[in-house]
């Protein structure tokens, strides 16, 4: 699709991620009104804005819907672009910046829009819980009460965030969960459990290596147990993307699962915080979001 003309949609959230966003339109349009292409910019309010603008414009003629945030907003606007007939593209300005990252979409604004102008278009699986959609994580347990603690930090970054990780290790203990999956039922006491549709949970850390986005199946990561002793192994296991060389982790593959524990609690959804009941059903729908990508390396 490198130089063709197209209609651009850019949903820019002013709120989320850490990044100052008012460049993007001027920068936007020096890099893709090539050819007469055409740009409108639209900015969220509030939640579900993104799904109402969407579902205005998707018989307008776009072709390409760009989101400009955090990973909450990319997943408003992943989901809501993955029933039309749009790709996506992404502006990743958050603080980890997950889908972006597995998807090898650079960081800085100019290169993120080079792979929109000239990469070509890759379909990845979308994943939901009850019925709510993820395209990079899910989780229970430690992550869950990380992003909670995140949440109310006044700032934002990747400093909250290790002292987030850091109180929640003091404070959180393993729980027990039933999981069913792949016709079997494991009952474990876990630290935490995941399910990853990306490698990572984003920043580079890289919970489940072997994932894939676009083989219909999702990671379930469990780490059974953590100590004060253990704990700094498993962060450089975590960053070196060697989390399966843990003695303490089990990894399974599976394209649904149920997660039965023993109260309602948060869950984390693509780093988003949540509320869910005591049993969770996870599923997978194969190559569901038309989404931009950098060209293959030869």
């Not at 909450?72 to 972006?100: C, F, H, K, Q, Y």
């Not at 060697?242 to 089990?250: F, K, T, V, Y």
């Amino acid at each position: 699709m490198k130089g063709a003309k197209r209609k651009y949609l850019t949903i820019i959230n002013p709120h989320s991620g850490t990044s100052r966003k008012t460049s993007i339109p001027e920068l936007a349009y020096n890099i893709l009104s090539e050819n007469g292409s055409e740009l409108y910019f639209v900015y969220t309010n509030e939640q579900g804005h993104v799904a109402q603008i969407i579902d205005d414009v998707a018989t307008q003629g776009f072709d390409v819907v760009i989101g400009v945030g955090g990973d909450g907003t990319i997943n408003e606007v992943a989901d809501a672009v993955r029933p039309t007939d749009m790709a996506m593209g992404i502006i990743p300005m958050g603080s980890g910046n997950g889908l972006a990252r597995s998807l090898d979409i650079p960081m800085d604004p100019e290169g993120a829009l080079e792979v929109i102008r000239k990469g070509y278009v890759k379909r990845i699986d979308c994943c939901e819980a009850n019925g709510v959609p993820f395209f990079v994580t899910f989780g229970v347990g430690f992550d869950a009460q990380v992003t909670a603690s995140y949440d109310q930090k006044s700032f934002r970054g990747p400093l909250s965030y290790i002292i987030s990780t850091v109180d929640q290790f003091i404070k959180h203990k393993s729980s027990l969960y039933r999981l069913h999956l792949n016709g079997e039922v494991i009952e474990q006491k876990a630290f935490l459990v995941t399910c990853a549709n990306a490698d990572q949970y984003g920043n580079n850390a890289i919970i489940a290596p072997e994932a894939e986005l676009d083989d219909g199946l999702f990671d379930v990561v469990v780490i059974r147990n953590m100590s004060l002793l253990k704990a700094p192994q498993v962060a450089i296991n975590l960053f070196t993307k060697n989390i399966n060389e843990s003695a303490s982790i089990d990894i399974y593959r599976t394209d649904h699962l149920i997660i039965e524990r023993e109260e309602a609690d948060y869950a984390q959804v693509d780093g988003e915080l949540l509320e869910l009941g005591r049993r969770i059903e996870i599923t997978i729908q194969k190559q569901q979001l038309p989404i931009l990508v950098p060209l293959l390396k030869s």
